[in-house]
Structure formats: structure tokens, C-alpha cells
Nanobody
């Protein structure tokens, strides 16, 4: 079983920054991509950013240019640096890991952007 442990969510002002982290507890090296999806009230879950073990990155259109994803393969940890956050970024952010057979999801962490 892969367990994804998230940290860093919370309340932040518009224009501010927040850093999310997610650690995968398994060490079998089967996860080829990790990253983040988010779900806001009344909306479907959407891609935020994913990064492969080789460093290939995909960003969702709504966060392009503002968020940066990075990964530490030795620690099996992925980070999401969120800059210039806006109220529309308010959502539950879910860490995601993917291997050949399964998608793994973290418990979700609330990010609220408000003055």
C-alpha cells in the first residue's frame, strides 16, 4: 500500500504564497509520477501539476506560470510552490501518485485564499 502524507495547506492572502508537500511512504520505486489535483466546490477535480521521476512536468492551465512543482526522488517527496495565489485557487488539494497499475490519492488538504 502506498500512503501519501500531505502538509502545508491552510489560509493565505491573495497574492501570497504557500508551499505544499507530499511524501509517499512506500519505497518500492514503482511510482513514476506524483503531483497534485484540486477540487473546488461545485467543480470536478482538476489537474494542478504532475512531475515524473525523470522530471517531466505538466501544469494545469489555471496555474501555469504561478505554481511550481518539484520532486525529491531520494525522499520520495513532491513539493508544490504556490505563488500569487488567488481566491479561485481555493480548493481541496489532493496529492496523487501513479504507477503502472494504480493511482494513489492523499487525504486532501484545504487551501483557502482570502483576505
Amino acid at each position: 500500500q502506498v500512503h501519501l502524507v500531505e502538509s502545508g495547506g491552510g489560509l493565505v492572502q491573495p497574492g501570497g504564497s504557500l508551499r505544499l508537500s507530499c511524501n509517499a511512504s512506500e519505497t518500492d520505486f514503482t511510482i513514476y509520477a506524483m503531483g497534485w489535483h484540486r477540487q473546488a466546490p461545485g467543480k470536478q477535480r482538476e489537474l494542478v501539476a504532475m512531475i515524473t521521476r525523470r522530471g517531466g512536468i505538466t501544469y494545469g492551465n489555471s496555474v501555469q506560470g504561478r505554481f511550481t512543482i518539484s520532486r525529491d526522488n531520494e525522499k520520495n517527496t513532491v513539493h508544490l510552490q504556490m505563488n500569487n495565489v488567488q481566491p479561485d485557487d481555493t480548493a481541496v488539494y489532493y496529492c496523487k501518485g501513479a504507477d503502472l497499475a494504480h493511482d494513489y490519492w492523499g487525504q486532501g488538504t484545504q487551501v483557502t485564499v482570502a483576505s
